[in-house]
């Protein structure tokens, strides 16, 4: 079982070449989960998508996904997970801290997440950084600019496609070249810590 990601870990990786058509292009294949880079950068970031399709229900990976104070159990580094209110039938406002190893100072921020699509067959929820004043924990770094992409899919009773998005500049001033090379990274971990906690939820 794999290791959650520890925050800012360099990680140096061969790109696996493979070009798309729709604008992101594949840079890394492994245990069954592709890794798309965006062909675009934004300020000199870069965005990163895995893919992959696991055995595991459409409502277990919906469920897990949704789970706000559950995140502290697999989301990647997230040591703080809770809800501080709700904006609508389809947005709320979450407070998530994330470990840094040290001397690197802990970063947290206020996501807002949003329910594009929430049906019995599809789920997909965007979530972005917000500048929503709420007193956080004391000497952290924010982290205002970053968004993502949870999409969930039901291919058959037992096989789901789950998809994960990221792009962010991490907080601070922390170089952009060493904010890639984790960024990349990223999707891959979540994915396999989705199914890992799926996997141990199922566990009596």
């Avoid at 800012?8 to 069954?32: E, N, Q, Y």
């Avoid at 802990?106 to 004043?133: G, P, Q």
């Avoid at 968004?147 to 952009?176: C, K, L, M």
Wanted: glycine content about 6%; charged content about 25%.
């Amino acid at each position: 079982m794999r290791r959650l990601l520890t925050f800012f870990a360099a990680l140096l990786l061969t790109p696996v070449g493979g070009a798309s058509d729709d604008g992101w292009t594949l840079v890394r294949s492994s245990d069954a989960i592709d890794t798309f880079e965006n062909n675009q950068t934004h300020n000199g970031f870069k965005e990163f998508r895995g893919v992959t399709q696991m055995a595991a229900t459409f409502e277990e990976a919906r469920d897990v996904i949704k789970d706000i104070p559950g995140n502290i159990h697999w989301l990647p580094s997230c040591r703080r997970s809770e809800l501080i209110r709700e904006l609508s039938e389809t947005e709320i406002l979450v407070y998530i801290v994330s470990r840094a190893p040290w001397p690197v100072k802990d970063r947290d921020c206020v996501w807002k997440r949003h329910y594009i699509v929430n049906t019995n067959n599809h789920f997909l929820m965007h979530f972005t950084a917000s500048e929503e004043e709420f007193e956080g924990e004391p000497g952290l770094v924010r982290i205002l600019n970053a968004r993502g992409i949870w999409e969930v899919r039901r291919i058959d009773a037992d096989i789901t496609e789950v998809s994960f998005q990221y792009i962010g500049d991490g907080g601070g001033t922390v170089p952009r070249g060493f904010v890639n090379t984790t960024t990349k990274r990223i999707p891959e971990k979540a994915l396999q810590a989705l199914l890992d906690r799926i996997e141990a939820l199922r566990v009596p």
